[in-house]
């Protein structure tokens, strides 16, 4: 029989969760002709756990994003109901920024711009294969039978590929959130040769906030002023909810010890690996014996919502036991679940086969991203997912792939974490995976990434601008401050006075009062020195000037770093013959094919003295040529 | 393409009269100048010439050596990089003085085989030999973590362990606040981090203090004189002591009732116990038992068995020789006092009967040399970790924990000034990577897998 052929693109994006969103519209605004398909409209950009978008090293991810002209700093700024930084007080590097987000809203922003992203399509469809012609991508099949014919494939396929829910006794086949699974694909993969693994993740149950006494718990707002997400955003809403936090308590524990037999982490049930940051209550419970209590944060779903979120209580329990867990909480005594809590179970692939563009090594043309890659959270995969984007669209335009090292951003650190050491859990972003964390924080990501961005395409005009102009303002700043030399006198005596500071007897520069902690920015004001310069413009100067030392060292650091990055090592080469080379460098080179000397070092099992003798081994062949 | 500058030992140095240190790379001449005070500055000294000057401590102006200083330009040098080559006096101690000195002015401790390597990727050594260097890579890197490992054993390397312990609880502490700041982990302050640091300041200190070489050369080889009482120990003792400068004084564990002395014995350093001791002195009638001779020996890589050659061997003494043979022990009998022996057949007699004695006078300084000789042939038959490997894997491990103390140093500062927790973090964490570097770790998974085992979090 013909195939029919449903139609015919560039890029064809597997499903559309937020690695699949960032990667259609990566995609299509570089100008490729693209269509995302998705098992449901309905569950577009779905957030089917907690119901926040940010938080340590994950709101550095989504400001990057932001700042390399993605969707999802733009949606969450659209739609958030409650914000907060994080840290502040523990320093520049690791302030983060985290949103409650309306649930709804956040997948109507995201459906309304798909819809209206021009290059793009938006199809319900399950694809159930992936066309090849002698090793590369010729389209896909959906369960329809249509054929969609294209030149890359992006697979973002989250937790559905052969999802299965275990609640106690109880399991089904099915997607997160009782949304359908993907049962077809997995086995399509497989056949073409590519090692899948199954990873566990799990959420906590939704109760009706009608039912909560909140007068019980400890209410938690969010911050006074508002920091968006994107560069891009001015006007902010405020915030419009508050969340609530109580404690477990002795009989909560009791419960669960009592009913562990029952648990099907615990009983053999679950085989898949769980991620150690996002454990169940039952599995703190019995991992920390000594901590009496544990935290749970109670968090609306959305504004136009009765469900909250519990979470600190996911868990796989059965109901009966889900119910008297929860109820035993103060507040929640007559706690009404609207969804119970459960583990998702889910294949996902040995990320160590893609390369880093995130494109398969053995297939060409086609690309992973997100949680299929063994990452968990939605930050994680929105960053997978323009990553994956803009390189199947480069690679349709015949450019060089857009790989960001560890050096340049978290994104850059995630997906070579992902892709050079592999992961045996859910990898979760944490800003101590970050070497270079100094640099890379969240106030300067447009610094460091809007630029690459424009270079792409992906940056448009007005971005580019308003990045272009703060540039500008911070060069300007520094010379100010640099070169305006305060006269030792009055004003200035009881400034520093006030600030418990050192006096001076001659003259001191702007530049050289900032480098003391207790004087800060702001304080300039004081002494009529401030420049009435924008809230982001001061801090990247302040920030730049109380932190030179620091951040000298830093660059030292990536200065280094980046000398083994640019040696390139061929995908050609054949390792087994490298004279010198220890028997397991040779085996592990030879299955990763790493492309840079500075990634080779990464990998385990790969020796100094094993880089040293690459190098030596560049050398002859560079003599040789 | 290379553009920092290394430094290491290029000649055997236990036994031999002089070492070489070596030092190629762009900052060679500049560093040199820093120790090096002849009648010309390095910088204008002529290319592959040598000159005759000290070595000083820039900090203390103390005067390390006398040497010989050669400087060669690049390209014409092995590296095809500046080098500058310095002669001085053989023996662990000044070497490994002088190349602390050079990493602490900015040179970097020299990887296995990295001079050929340098050679190499500066176009010296030509294709055809490049498999032998990726060999020489190899194989030196092999020797050394094998060496590496062997002086990692026992008290030094568990006590970096501990520091590592404590820093990477120090660090996941202040981590899991940072990653995890809405959670109830318990909060690491400021103060408290500053507190933590500075105890682990303390530690690392009294390891640098005590870090010297391998076993051999950071304890000495233990070599125990035991004999009856009025055999001459003591006058041994001394003569050994007063020839041989005393390299080590700040080692602990010296205890009151055996006399000991380091010294250096040709290169090898050497702790010489005398059984003699306090208690002998104060009773001259007791008898040296046998059982104590004995326990002395079993601590000690090596006996001397001092014994009267005016006098016959008394059945203790052929007791002592053999448990000691007995129990495979290594030991020498010596035939001290040869001055009051003048029947020349009876020394023959003596020698004939005990081919592997050696004789000897104390008093008259006969046969001192001999011994010497004899007890540096034991050192270097049994330990095989006595060559450049080991000075130079102990130099790099000492820089590699002092550069440690110096970032806690530097957090401990920041902390003072007001500078916030993520700075902080950078320095210790830093230093954790210093320790790991010596011991094989990677901080970042350690302290990854620190924060979940030790905290519970996550939602």
Known sequence: MDEFIGGEYDVIVVGAGHAGCEAALASARLGLKTAVFCLNLDSIANLPCNPNIGGTAKGQLVREIDALGGQMGLAADATFIQSKILNRGKGPAVYSLRAQIDRRAYHSHMKWTLENQENLDVKQAEVTEILLENKKVRGVKVHTEAVYLCKAVILTTGTYLKGRIVIGKTSFSSGPDGLLPANHLSENLKELGIELVRFKTGTPARVNRRSIDFSKMVEQPGDDEITPFSFMTDEIKENQVSCYLVHTNKETHRIIEENL?????????????????????????????????????????????????????????????????????????????????????????????????????????????????????????????????????????????????????????????LVTKGTNEPYRMMTSRAEYRLWLRQDNADIRLTQLGRDIGLVGDERYGRFIKKKQQIEEEHIRLKNTILPPGEEIKSFLERHHSAKIVSGIRLYDLLKRPEIDYAHLKEIGQDAGLSREVAEQVAINIKYEGYLERQMAQIRQFKRMEKRRLPQDMNYSNIHGLSLEARQKLSSQKPESLGQASRISGVSPADISVLLVYLETQKRRS | MINNTIAGVSTAVGNSGISVIRMSGPSAFSIADRLFKGRKTVKNQNTHTVQYGKIINPETGEMIDEVLLIKMEAPRTYTREDVVEISCHGGYTIARTLLNQLYGLGARPA????????????????????????????????????VAVKQLEGSVSKKIDDIREKLIALLSGIEVNLDYPEYDAEEVTLSEAKKETIKIIADLDELIKSFRFGKLLREGMEVVIIGRPNVGKSSLMNRLTRKNRSIVTDIPGTTRDVIEEYVNIKGIPVKLVDTAGVRETEDQLEQLGVERSIRALESADFALILTDASQPLLAEDEEVITRAAGEKKSFVLIFNKLDLLKDEEKIDRLKKEYPDALFLSVKEDVGIEGLEEKIFDFAVQNNQDIDNQVLITNTRHEHQLKTARELLGSAVLSIQNGLTLDMVAMDIKAALEELGKITGHHADEDVVHAIFSRFCIGK
């Open chain 1, 261 to 417: 037999h029952r648990s099907p982490l615990y009983d053999g049930e679950i085989v898949g690996v769980g991620p150690r940051y996002c454990p169940s209550i039952e599995v703190k419970i019995v991992a920390f014996k000594d901590k009496e209590s544990h935290q749970v944060f109670v968090e609306p779903m959305g504004l136009d919502t009765q469900e909250m979120y519990l979470q600190g209580m996911s868990t796989s329990m059965p109901m009966d036991v889900q119910i008297k867990m929860i109820q035993s909480l103060p507040g929640l005594e007559n706690a009404s679940i609207m969804r119970p809590a459960y583990a998702i179970e889910y294949d996902c692939i040995n990320p160590t086969q893609l390369k880093l563009s995130l494109e398969f090594k053995e297939l060409d043309g086609l690309f992973f991203a997100g949680q299929i890659n063994g990452s968990s959270g939605y930050e994680e995969a929105a960053a997978q997912g323009i990553i994956a984007g803009i390189n199947a669209a480069m690679k349709i335009k015949n450019r060089e792939p857009l790989i960001l090292d560890r050096s340049q951003a978290y994104i850059g650190v995630l997906i070579d974490d």
């Open chain 2, 111 to 146: 990887e296995p085989g990295e001079f050929t390597k340098r050679a190499f990727l500066n176009g010296r050594i030509d294709l055809s030999q490049a498999e032998a260097v990726m060999d020489i890579i190899q194989a030196r890197t092999e020797r050394v973590s094998k």
